[in-house]
T-cell receptor
Framework: GQQLNQSPQSMFIQEGEDVSMNCTSS?????WLWYKQEPGEGPVLLIA?????ELTSNGRLTAQFGITRKDSFLNISASIPSDVGIYFC????????????FGSGTQLTVLP | DAGITQSPRHKVTETGTPVTLRCHQT?????MYWYRQDPGHGLRLIHY???????DKGEVSDGYSVSRSKTEDFLLTLESATSSQTSVYFC?????FGTGVSKLFFGSGTQLSVL
């Protein structure tokens, strides 16, 4: 299947710091999605991106759809303890769920 | 939160035994999915359904079957469980399919251990 390279795999940051993570692929995607998963729960959708170059914010989270359509970035500003979790990117080639590919996740730990 | 209930939440079983996981939704969404989550692999699609009695295979369907006799229920069956099927299984639902973004809403997962 298609591969999404998500980095970094894990991050340890101090509370208040900004965070950046990204996903890259050799394939072009029409949509990028970012999910957050907390322990013992399923992933929750944070941001959806529909157009190349699009920049979308959700509170302290900002995500961008890369201009080449092969990558996406997620930034978290002024991190807080409740930001802890695993962040997944997902790329979708078409409207089909069979074309939705998930990255392997970035484990974020926020230190007080 | 989307009304998705997975049962059981945890299960331990032995190799070779059949196992059925249940997903129940109260959202009346047409589309339902089963994913498995393993370290280093993210989420991988096992099977999905686009309506009652309409199902199709995903990326990792070998060893799994599904059934959907009612809109609200989607069952995942391991006919003869193997240790490689030890994983966390997530059910997901979505309203859109084919005409837009598959904004998936996930259940809380089932931790399955095959000994």
């Amino acid at each position: 299947g298609q591969q999404l390279n998500q980095s970094p795999q894990s991050m340890f940051i101090q509370e208040g710091e900004d965070v950046s993570m990204n996903c890259t692929s050799s394939s072009i995607f029409n949509t990028w999605l970012w999910y957050k998963q907390e322990p013992g729960e399923g992933p929750v959708l944070l941001i959806a991106l529909y157009k190349a170059g699009e920049l979308t914010s959700n509170g302290r989270l900002t995500a961008q759809f890369g201009i080449t359509r092969k990558d996406s970035f997620l930034n978290i500003s002024a991190s807080i303890p409740s930001d802890v979790g695993i962040y997944f990117c997902a790329g979708q080639k078409s409207g089909s769920a069979r074309q939705l590919t998930f990255g392997s996740g970035t484990q974020l730990t926020v230190l007080p | 939160d989307a009304g998705i209930t997975q049962s059981p939440r945890h299960k331990v079983t032995e190799t070779g035994t059949p196992v059925t996981l249940r997903c129940h939704q109260t959202e009346n969404h047409r589309y339902m999915y089963w994913y498995r989550q393993d370290p280093g692999h993210g989420l991988r699609l096992i099977h999905y359904s686009y309506g009652v009695k309409d199902t199709d295979k995903g990326e990792v369907s070998d060893g799994y079957s599904v059934s959907r006799s009612k809109t609200e229920d989607f069952l995942l069956t391991l006919e003869s469980a193997t240790s490689s099927q030890t994983s966390v299984y997530f059910c997901a639902i979505s309203e859109n399919f084919g005409t837009g973004v598959s904004k998936l809403f996930f259940g809380s997962g089932t931790q399955l251990s095959v000994l």
